[in-house]
């Protein structure tokens, strides 16, 4: 499945470089969403538990859509939900595992890095919601690929990685 995620990601930089003009770089910022799923501690409060972030067809392959389900009550106080529609260049459900959000998002700037360039991934979301867990993951990957457990450092090809890892929460930045 890791392999089907990164050929997708690797449709979608092509779709994106292919669209640049000018020289814009900006091409290449994707943006991608991760669905955690409920902790074993929430799922232990009880109550109904629902998926409201789904998965929903996309109107181009480059793309997709994610519905997002919102339950309301109306004006009478009858439950309802309403719904929104994004388009994301990936979406990743609950059941996607750190190596298929690797293979799409970490591998590509792998690639990058190797031609000299910057890669930057910035996760933005409320608290618990999954970006420490993701980001810490990326990280793991990202530095096994730049220096695999059999590489030999060389003066030829010497490497250095430097990682920026911030919070921000609120106006304090940890």
Same mark, same amino acid.
């Given at each position: ?11 979608? &930089?092509?779709?994106k ?5 000018? =020289?814009?770089?900006?091409?290449? *910022? ?8 409920a +902790? ?5 409060? #009880?109550?109904?538990? *629902? ?7 996309? $109107? ?10 919102? $339950? %309301?009550?109306? &004006? !009478?106080? /009858? ?5 929104? %529609? +994004?388009? &994301?260049?990936?979406? @990743? ?9 690797f293979?799409? &998002? ?7 890095? +190797?031609?000299?360039?910057? =890669? ?7 608290t #618990?919601? =999954?970006?420490? +867990? ?5 990280? /793991? !990957?990202?530095?096994?690929?730049? @220096?695999p ?5 060389d003066?030829?090809?010497? !490497?250095?990685?430097? *990682? ?11």
């Amino acid at each position: 499945k890791a392999a089907t995620t990164e050929a997708a990601a690797a449709a979608v &930089l092509a779709a994106k470089a292919s669209n640049a003009t000018n =020289g814009l770089a900006t091409s290449t *910022f994707l943006v991608c969403a991760r669905m955690r799923p409920a +902790f074993e501690s929430e799922l232990a409060e #009880g109550g109904e538990s *629902f998926e409201c972030v789904l998965k929903t067809a996309a $109107p181009k392959e480059t793309v997709e859509e994610v519905t997002v389900l919102l $339950p %309301k009550l109306s &004006l !009478r106080g /009858d439950p309802k939900l309403e719904k929104s %529609k +994004f388009l &994301l260049d990936h979406a @990743f459900g609950q059941a996607a595992s750190n190596d298929e959000v690797f293979a799409a &998002l970490g591998r590509p700037l792998i690639a990058k890095a +190797f031609a000299g360039e910057v =890669g930057v991934i910035f996760a933005y979301g409320q608290t #618990g919601s =999954g970006k420490t +867990f993701t980001m810490s993951a990326m990280m /793991d !990957r990202v530095v096994a690929e730049l @220096f695999p457990a059999d590489w030999a450092p060389d003066p030829a090809t010497a !490497r250095a990685a430097r *990682f920026s890892y911030l919070e921000i929460l609120g106006s304090a930045v940890h």
